[in-house]
T-cell receptor, first 116, second 111 residues
Framework: GAVVSQHPSWVICKSGTSVKIECRSL??????MFWYRQFPKQSLMLMAT?????????EQGVEKDKFLINHASLTLSTLTVTSAHPEDSSFYIC????????????FGQGTRLTVV | QKEVEQDPGPLSVPEGAIVSLNCTYS??????FMWYRQYSRKGPELLMY????GNKEDGRFTAQVDKSSKYISLFIRDSQPSDSATYLC???????????FGRGTSLIVHP
């Protein structure tokens, strides 16, 4: 299957700082990328859908000014958690969908964010 | 009622057992059915994908879909300790691929 690389795999930051998470499709062009959040023992919750070159579409209840998503190229999308608070601590996962793979998306390894 | 219901477990079985994992869904518009495996602190990986009622087999894994009952299953034969993970069902309605995930079932296969 296709490879999606997510970086970093874990990060610890102080309250009030911002953290950027990268999601790269390594061997295909990802026209659409998805960002999820997952709490322990909970399902994946879709945060936003991003299409290359356009603004992300956020799910209801997700603050777009807090979770900044940029999808500037066909192989890279970034999620920036701004002014992080301890309640933002979670597992963040991206997935990528390519033009020729419109029936399944491939997931990154996930990023565990801890805000202290 | 949630769109996709899945018992979180944990489900603990001995090595070699046949495992049955299940999900129910409420929206009859759902057409695509997937099972993902997620190891601790990792992203999900796609195991099985199907879009029709009936069975689909891949090695030790069999996915079963019953659209009339809105019920999907994943069977694992000859389970191994390496199968210990969380298994998530995911269902989408086609058109645009945005799946709805179950909460996942934690499976523990002990030697």
């Amino acid at each position: 299957g296709a490879v999606v690389s997510q970086h970093p795999s874990w990060v610890i930051c102080k309250s009030g700082t911002s953290v950027k998470i990268e999601c790269r499709s390594l061997d295909f062009q990802a026209t659409t990328m998805f960002w999820y959040r997952q709490f322990p023992k909970q399902s994946l919750m879709l945060m936003a859908t991003s299409n290359e070159g356009s603004k992300a579409t956020y799910e209801q209840g997700v603050e777009k000014d807090k979770f900044l998503i940029n999808h500037a190229s066909l192989t890279l999308s970034t999620l920036t958690v701004t002014s992080a608070h301890p309640e933002d601590s979670s597992f963040y996962i991206c997935s990528a969908l390519g033009d020729r793979m419109n029936t399944e998306a491939f997931f990154g390894q996930g990023t565990r964010l801890t805000v202290v | 009622q949630k769109e996709v219901e899945q018992d979180p477990g944990p489900l603990s079985v001995p090595e070699g057992a046949i495992v049955s994992l299940n999900c129910t869904y409420s929206n009859s518009a759902f057409q695509y059915f997937m099972w993902y495996r997620q190891y601790s602190r990792k992203g999900p990986e796609l195991l099985m994908y199907t879009y029709s009622s009936g069975n689909k087999e891949d090695g030790r894994f069999t996915a079963q879909v019953d659209k009339s009952s809105k019920y999907i299953s994943l069977f694992i034969r000859d389970s191994q300790p390496s199968d210990s993970a969380t298994y998530l069902c995911a269902i989408s309605s086609g058109g645009s691929y945005i799946p709805t995930f179950g909460r996942g079932t934690s499976l523990i296969v002990h030697p």
